[in-house]
């Protein structure tokens, strides 16, 4: 099953803001790396701000970035799988003892 449009071309302005939140993309450069119309991507990042996931970096309003929300997402996945793994150890551990 694939993704709806919007939804796709909304992860396409995500990953065009990857690795630019200190300095920002301008729209233009958002629209040509997504392919899509100004109207159509500035619509995208203006859900996105929306939602707390990009914004425009003060003092350069002409500029978008992605906001921290998405790195807070990223580090509560990365601790979840670091706590799973850790109860795996701690399973295998009980395991493979040898036997007193």
Not at 26 to 55: C, H, M
């Amino acid at each position: 099953m694939s993704a709806p449009a919007n939804l796709t071309r909304v992860f396409a302005v995500i990953e065009a803001l990857a690795g630019n939140s200190r300095h920002g993309l301008r729209l233009a450069q958002i629209a040509e790396a997504v392919r899509q119309s100004s109207p159509t991507t500035l619509r995208d990042l203006q859900a996105l701000e929306a939602l707390g996931y990009a914004g425009r970096i003060p003092g350069k309003d002409e500029r978008w970035h992605l906001k921290p929300r998405l790195v807070q997402i990223a580090i509560a996945h990365q601790q979840e799988v670091g706590r799973e793994e850790q109860q795996l150890d701690d399973f295998r551990n009980r395991y493979s003892r040898t036997p007193n």
